[in-house]
């Protein structure tokens, strides 16, 4: 009985240092076999794509929703960016920076259409630039749109691809108790210097079209020279880095 007492005791001094120790920060891990076969079967990974599964990284990533609450998200990134993007999401988190939802791509069948349209926050994506034939740098995990439809792409004739998102046309922060209005990205916000104070570019400062969701990081990307088999079994551990 004592030792339950003293237990409780303990666990009673340690809850405010546990809760404390919620820094906001996720963690990465190797791309295992089973995430894998969510890419390749939701359509965000294929044999030919510029980056090998094995230069990626999954992360788990935990944020605010819309509500306020805690969840933990999924995001692919190159490893080159991998530990940068836990940094700055979890100083996204310390800042309450909202997000509506954080999941693979591969969960939309890769339809960066369908991702944004459920103002989905993702990475990366083995697929063309928007609108051109050139690989975009979400193939190489070295970009990120966030909360697209409060971010919202606007293309060279100032036309917008998501009904949902003509409201936030006009780039202003009018109330900041509304999770989607604080969701926006402005020039001079916390958010956006995050990002850029790691050297990120951002879509918003571009002048030809406006893609507020978008931040990148030119890094030196080993292209794939030749793709490799894929060998027929798995290692032990489970984990195929190829
Ligand atoms: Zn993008």
Not at 72 to 91: N, P, R, T
Request: proline letters at 5%; one cysteine or more.
């Amino acid at each position: 009985m004592k030792n339950f007492f003293t237990t409780l005791l303990i666990l009673a001094l340690l809850s405010p240092l546990l809760r404390a120790s919620d820094t906001g920060r996720g963690y990465k891990r190797a791309i295992d076999s089973r995430i894998l076969q969510r890419m390749k079967r939701g359509g965000s990974w294929r044999r030919g794509c510029p980056v090998a599964p094995k230069d990626l990284r999954y992360l788990r990533i935990p944020y605010r929703d819309f509500h306020g609450k805690r969840e933990v998200g999924e995001m692919i990134v190159h490893k080159s960016v991998a530990d940068e993007v836990l940094d700055i999401f979890a100083a996204l988190y310390k800042i309450g920076y909202p997000i509506n939802k954080m999941r693979l791509v591969s969960d939309y069948r890769a339809s960066d259409f369908d991702s944004i349209e459920a103002d989905n926050t993702s990475a990366f994506n083995c697929r063309n630039v928007t609108g051109g034939k050139k690989w975009s740098r979400h193939s190489y995990g070295t970009a990120i749109d966030i909360n697209p439809i409060e971010n919202p792409y606007i293309s060279r004739n100032g036309s917008i691809a998501h009904k949902k998102s003509y409201r936030f046309r006009k780039r202003v922060h009018r109330n900041s108790k509304d999770p989607a209005d604080r969701a926006m990205l402005i020039k001079g916000d916390r958010a956006v210097y995050l990002f850029k104070k790691r050297g990120w570019r951002w879509g918003g400062d571009w002048h030809s079209i406006k893609d507020y969701q978008h931040f990148d990081k030119t890094i030196p990307v080993q292209r794939r020279k030749s793709v490799r088999k894929i060998p027929k079994t798995v290692p032990e551990n489970g984990v195929s880095l190829f």
